[in-house]
């Protein structure tokens, strides 16, 4: 039997301050609250419980310091949740470092691996 490199690798990023509480899932609310208008829409596209989104935001929320959501009120469509400026900021800066991280351990571990590896997709499940 001889030595065969992996072909994969997969490497989770979270933020946090005290308690790990922000990482792909959170992110991906917020940013379908962002193109949808709603925390319902968002979390119902992801095929998750109303409980358990507010369970993670809240516990980012209170790792974090500060409100990542607001609901608004009336207007033509009824009102509906957006991002606070403070959870625009975190997840705009959160896609481009785990952006950045994911680029580096693909180059690292091509490097390391060998360079006829296969590309990780974008967002490995």
């Known amino acids: 039997m001889s030595y065969v490199a992996p072909q994969k690798f997969h490497v989770k990023v979270r933020v946090y301050n005290e308690e790990i509480a922000f990482g792909k899932g ?66 705009a800066k959160f896609t481009a470092f785990d952006h950045a991280v994911q680029s580096f351990a693909q180059a690292t571990f091509q490097k390391v691996f060998g360079q006829g590896q296969e590309k990780q997709p974008k967002n490995p499940q």
């Open 26 to 91: 959170i992110a991906q609310i917020l940013a379908l609250v962002q193109r949808r208008g709603s925390l319902a829409a968002a979390y119902k596209e992801m095929g998750m419980s109303s409980s358990k989104a507010w369970k993670i935001l809240h516990r980012a929320e209170a790792d974090l310091g500060y409100p990542l959501l607001k609901g608004v009120s009336g207007g033509a469509h009824g009102g509906g949740t957006v991002l606070t400026p403070e959870g625009e900021e975190l997840l």
